[in-house]
Each structure stands twice: as C-alpha cells, then as structure tokens.
C-alpha cells in the first residue's frame, strides 16, 4: 500500500517534473517500514524540494531587484502569496482524510501529515520546475509541460467540487454545540465548520488568481496562458481518497 502510494505521487507530475524533482531530491531507494518511518521520509522529501524551489526561484527573482524592480516587487508579492495559498490548499487535503462527512466526526492518527507532505512536495516540483525553465527561458518547456496537466485538472476539479458538496451538506447538519472532549474522534459543531468550508474555498480560488498574475508577468503568454497555469495548480490537489472513503462508508 505504502508502496503504491508513493508510485501515485510520482505520477501526479508530468514527466519533465518528475525529472527535475528527482534530480533535485531523490527519492529514498528503500521503502520505509512502518507509516511513521514513512511520513518522516516524506516530510524530508517535502522540505528538501522546498528548498530547490526557493534556490530556482531566486534565479528569475533576485536579478530583478536592480534592472526592474516593478517585476521584482510583483514576483516576490506572488509568491508569497503563492506560498500561502499551498500550504492552506495542501493542509486541506490532509484534513479532508480525517473527516468523516457521514457522521460529522473529525478523527487523528500517526498518518496525519502524511497526504500533506506528499501534496507540497508535488506543487514544490512543479514550482521549482516552472521557475527554473523560466530562468533559462526554456518557454516550450514550460507549454509542454503544462499541456501535461490537462486531464488530471479535470478529474481534480470534478472530485473537489464533489467533496465540498458533501462537505456542505455535512455542515449544515452540523450541531450548534459539541461537548470538549480529550478523545481522538470528536464531533465538528458548525462553529468548526465554517473556517473548514472557507479554507476548501479558498484552495479552489486560489489557482485562477494566482495564474492571471504569473501570465502577466510572462514576456509573451499564451492565449490559454491562465487556464493552463490554474489547471496545473488544481490538478495536484488530490481529494479523491478523502471522497472515495465517504462514499465506500469507510
């Protein structure tokens, strides 16, 4: 299982991103043995590749500050931006496995930051892929591997879309007072509901803001510069096992 798991993340990116993270940070040549020994492993991955985004995006940002500092100002904007908007999408999808939207309940175990991890090490690859072509104004590179994100996107936005329906519905049944309580399955009031339908909110906004301003900032986009860029952001957010769990009762 922990096996097939980690083959899924690699294919959440397209081939040119899966090359560039591998490089960058190679994956353990051993498969972990327990969860625990698992999710440590992926949170050095994540951490790793965080810093070979941040190193590529220094490359494009950083010659900025002195020949156009308007650009400059905008990219370091963005990108802050950029970052915050992935660390809440990417806390989003690992929250989602711990609620179960059948009985309201939110739940914990040793696995949690598991999913988080692998979620912000796929938009670390990709981020880190796209500022580094963009440094060697390798342009086709960057086309080629967004045209990569197309069906995934599509199959993304569906399953998210479908999961805060769900979410929705739980929360509108939700009770107006829940009882504190030290045990590791508790019941969501609707007071814990809002800032969670908010959060999923804003994971699926996000992308389409911060794609208009990466475009503007590119020297010549494509007419589909903004759709491409918003689909390779959502295409990475993966709530398909938190929606298969509701729907399988699990």
């Not at 043995?33 to 994540?46: H, P, V």
């Not at 938190?242 to 399988?248: D, I, R």
Request: aromatic share 8%; charged share 25%; hydrophobic share 40%.
């Amino acid at each position: 299982m922990l096996a097939l798991t980690l083959a899924a993340v690699l294919a959440a990116n397209p081939n040119p991103v899966e090359a560039w993270s591998r490089k960058a940070c190679p994956p353990p040549k051993q498969t972990p043995d327990s969860n625990i020994e698992m999710k440590f492993s992926e949170q050095q991955r994540a951490e790793c590749l965080k810093k070979a985004m941040n190193k590529a995006l220094d490359k494009v940002i950083v010659p900025l500050k002195k020949s156009k500092p308007p650009a400059f100002k905008e990219w370091m904007s963005l990108q802050a931006d950029y970052n915050r908007w992935m660390a809440e999408a990417c806390a989003a999808v690992e929250e989602a496995n711990w609620v179960d939207l059948a009985s309201g309940e939110r739940s914990m175990g040793t696995g949690y930051g598991f999913t988080e991890s692998q979620c912000l090490q796929q938009q670390f690859a990709w981020r880190g892929f796209y500022a580094d072509a963009w440094a060697r104004k390798d342009w086709n590179g960057i086309q080629q591997a967004l045209q990569g994100f197309s069906e995934s996107a599509r199959k993304a936005r569906d399953t998210l879309q479908a999961y805060r329906s769900k979410a929705q519905a739980t929360a509108a049944r939700a009770p107006a007072h829940v009882e504190e309580s030290d045990m590791p399955v508790r019941q969501l009031a609707q007071d814990d509901w809002k800032p969670y339908l908010e959060r999923l909110e804003r994971a699926a906004s996000g992308p389409e803001a911060l794609a208009r301003r990466q475009c503007a900032l590119h020297p010549s986009p494509a007419p589909d510069c903004a759709q491409r860029f918003t689909d390779s952001l959502l295409s990475q957010l993966d709530f398909s096992d938190a929606l298969n769990n509701q729907e399988s009762g699990n």
